[in-house]
């Protein structure tokens, strides 16, 4: 394992960061939070396919004869998916706010009424 | 003018949703009326086109349409070996899923009209319903992974908003946030997967991958999180406990349509079992297994949670997650012995055409029970078996639907229900006798739960508190109506919808050359 795979490690720290939040928190905004890290490390697994070691940007007109380019197809599925998950933080906290104004808290356990 | 048009189908079936829910927000200032048309409008042209598409894909083949390109058609680039566009590959299990969803939303649409009227914010929900159509048949039509989670994600998005409609109360808006959560990891689930594949074979369409695909332990992981996002966004044990929530707690009309939505996850699931892993795999034995044990987890907890149950939507809410698993059942048979030519000509393909054939039944019956318990809320004000009672005298036509739709769910002659339930239990029989009986026992049970649930809400005496009831608005007929009536002709004409429909389903899903050759070329 070498430096290259740095990206990696942090992908798998910030996964595994998030969904200890996921599981284990109790409070809404934290598990929000942990959502977010979660979409976060996704995301830096995305963009970290496209790396080629020595690789530069992939502007087509301005690369420099036969240097190789890093990969440009991860970089765009990195920005959809960053707007997605723009989206769901957004609608996970105004959700928050919804539950908040319901039922006083943002503790979960005093929260969950559905059951059975 | 209209042959020309004809050629962006694919496109057509998912722009049309997408932009009229855009479009909302400014045709809802014209007024209520307008919304509504507007609404109505929307959701009919989308199911013409999706009829134009059904034809063309029953009578011309699966059709390939690539975004961008200079002809739609042109699925390679020329000069290159594979594809670079976003894709939709349309094949026969495609149309055959768009099919069954636009004729829910149809219904649904027209029974929204009243049903949700005197709420507030109902030009956010028709453009959120729009959305979801947009999203669930994307899914349904595409042949790029990546575009897959993008149409995941939307109808994730729109249907948690939905779920948390009725934000006066707690309960919709804590169903809502555990729908969105559990979707968008599952989504998220999705997309590590596609990077996976992406980073091994540098493709993002299903059939590149598939014709790249050497399964070795990443490419194992990937399947993993695949079937976990996707049984789970289908609403399958063990990971179904969102389904139940959100089905009991959003909108019924909302509920009805949701089912179709965790069927456009179920579709995925099998298409990455067949068409993208498929014979590709040492042996499809085991991931037939794996799915055939989704589907008896989810038959059977689905029906023994439901029965203690008194709120009858979420008593419905656990029957949707126990048919879930005939659909699995019987799809899972047919991937097991996918790769015995024999066996799979003797029975597989029979069993995968019950599991499939059993996805638009239980869309059409679980909508229309859905609706019922709807009908029954609008009336009494109340989803609580223990309180209603006697609603029979004052509402004979919903009564009526009723019966049908729970006839059906049981898998009684001469509704649908029984004619894809027979298919499975005859085919998955010669499978493993076990399996079958299974199954059987779940309908038994089944139709004990309903029988509780027409003589709780239905019959008996008629009520004080109810004597003043009366049938619902026209409208909400009309839609029930609709579901009804597909209920009695599939089950009264099984073989004709076999034969059309769910054969060539069937055969195109465990066709995977086919799939290939349609985006990559004979080569």
Redesign the interface.
């Known amino acids: 394992m070498g430096i290259a795979d740095l990206p990696l490690v942090a992908v798998a720290a910030m996964l595994a960061i998030g969904v200890y939040g ?1 599981l284990f928190e109790r409070n ?1 905004i934290k ?1 929000a939070v942990a ?1 977010s890290v ?2 976060s490390g ?1 995301n830096l ?2 963009v970290s ?1 496209g790396y080629r070691q020595g690789g530069t940007a992939p502007i087509y007109t301005m690369a420099p004869e036969g240097t190789p380019m890093v ?1 440009p ?2 970089q765009a ?1 990195t920005l ?2 960053i707007v ?1 998950g723009l ?2 933080t957004a ?2 906290l105004s ?2 706010v ?2 908040y104004r ?2 006083g808290t943002l503790d979960v356990r005093e ?4 059951r ?1 | 003018m209209t042959a020309n048009l004809a050629v962006h189908a694919p496109i057509l079936v998912v722009a049309v949703p997408l932009l009229a829910a855009f479009a909302t927000p400014l045709v809802s200032r014209l007024g209520e009326a307008a919304r509504k048309t507007w609404l109505i409008l929307a959701v009919a042209a989308t199911f013409l086109w999706v009829l134009v598409l059904l034809d063309r894909v029953l009578n011309l083949g699966p059709q390939v349409y690539v975004f961008g390109a200079t002809h739609p058609g042109l699925a390679l680039p020329s000069g290159l070996r594979f594809p670079v566009r976003i894709i939709f590959e349309v094949d026969a299990m495609s149309a055959f899923m768009v099919l069954s969803a636009s004729l829910v939303a149809l219904a649904t649409a027209v029974y929204s009209l009243r049903f949700m009227e005197g709420s507030d914010g109902l030009d956010k929900f028709t453009s959120l319903f729009l959305l979801l159509l947009a999203g669930m048949l994307g899914m349904e039509l595409t042949g790029d992974a ?1 575009n897959f989670f ?1 149409f995941l ?1 939307v109808s ?2 729109a249907a ?2 939905l779920v ?1 409609f009725w ?1 006066q ?3 919709p ?6 729908y ?2 559990l979707g ?2 599952g ?2 689930l999705v ?2 997967a596609v ?1 996976i594949l ?2 091994r074979y ?1 493709a ?1 369409n299903f059939a590149s991958l598939a014709a790249q695909l050497r399964v070795g332990p990443v490419e194992k992981l990937a399947l993993a999180l695949l079937v976990a996002a996707l049984a789970m966004k289908a609403g399958a044990v063990p990971l179904h406990f969102v389904t ?2 959100a089905y ?2 959003a909108p019924a009309v909302v509920t009805a349509i949701l089912v179709s939505v965790s069927q456009a996850s179920l579709y995925g699931l099998f298409r990455v079992a067949f068409s993208l892993y498929g014979l590709n795999l040492p042996s499809t034995a085991v991931l037939g297994w794996v799915i055939i044990v989704l589907g008896l987890l989810s038959m059977f907890v689905g029906v023994t ?1 439901a029965i ?2 008194h709120d009858v939507k ?1 008593l419905m809410a656990y029957h949707a997650v126990s048919q879930t698993g005939y659909m699995l059942l019987g799809v899972g048979v047919g991937l097991a012995v996918l790769a015995d030519p024999v066996a799979f000509r003797e029975y597989g393909l029979k069993a995968m055409e019950g599991g499939i054939f059993h996805i638009i039944n239980h869309a059409m019956y679980k909508g229309l029970l859905f609706l019922t318990a709807g009908a029954l809320f609008y009336r009494t004000g109340t989803e609580d078996l223990n309180v209603m009672g006697g609603l029979a005298h004052r509402m004979r036509f919903t009564t009526v639907c009723f019966m049908i739709g729970a006839a059906a769910i049981a898998g009684l002659p001469p509704f649908n229900g029984f004619a894809s339930k027979l298919l499975i239990y005859e085919s998955v029989y010669r499978f493993n006798p076990v399996l079958a009986v299974i199954a059987m026992v779940v309908s038994i049970l089944t139709l004990a739960s309903f029988v509780k649930v027409f003589q709780s809400a239905f019959l008996g005496p008629e009520l004080p508190a109810y004597r003043k009831v009366e049938e619902v608005p026209a409208g909400m007929r009309v839609g029930m109506g609709v579901l009804a009536a597909v209920v009695v002709f599939f089950g009264l004409f099984p073989q004709l919808i076999v034969n059309t429909l769910v054969s060539p389903a069937a055969q195109a899903l465990a066709q995977q050359a086919v799939y290939i050759a349609q985006v990559m070329g004979g080569r």
């Open positions: 996921l809404l598990i959502m979660v979409e996704v697994f995305l396919l990969l197809t991860p599925l959809t998916s997605i989206a769901t609608f996970l959700l928050i919804v539950l319901h039922y929260i969950r009424r559905l059975g | 990546f993008v994600e994730s998005i948690s908003a948390a934000r109360e707690p309960e808006a804590e169903a809502g946030f555990k969105l959560l968008t990891f989504a998220l997309l590590v990077g992406y980073g540098d993002l139940p929530d009991s707690r949670m203690p149950q979420r």
